[in-house]
């Protein structure tokens, strides 16, 4: 297959998938004599297997981490299941931070009251407020990745 088809087959864009060869995430497939790259049915299925991983937020290194448990079939699966333990911890911590998050947004939202003008907007003015306070306790109220810089 070439990277046109691969990446129609796996719904995966065909950078992304270059991407992932030079994280070594894929293993580079070998060169066609026109130097087209030759994918194989095990690239595909390690890029199914990488997208659903993806689909649960696991970042590049457990997924690396899960790829090489996989390579060893027979060996004890409790290390999958410890991985999988401290991706679920790290999901919850960030579901703690989406309610503070939302707990601090509902805030600013009701120091907006009908009828002001922006210069009086008590949203700015708590946005402003909790910027310029150093000592501001709330500063955890963001969850980092959320915001999606990288590749699938």
Partial sequence: MRIGEISEKSGIPSET????????????PERQDNGYRAYQQAHLERLLFIKRCRSLDMAQDEIRELIQLADHPDADCSEVDALLVRHLNHVR??????????????????????????????????????????ESTDTDNHVPGTHGHGHN
């Fill in 93 to 134: 911590e960030r579901l703690q931070e989406l309610s503070n998050l939302e707990a601090t947004l509902e805030r600013l939202q009701s120091a907006c009251s009908q009828g002001r003008t922006v210069a009086e907007c008590g949203i700015l003015e708590g946005l402003t407020s909790e910027v310029g306070n150093p």
């Fill in 17 to 28: 998938i270059r991407y992932y060869e030079k994280i070594g995430l894929l293993p580079a």
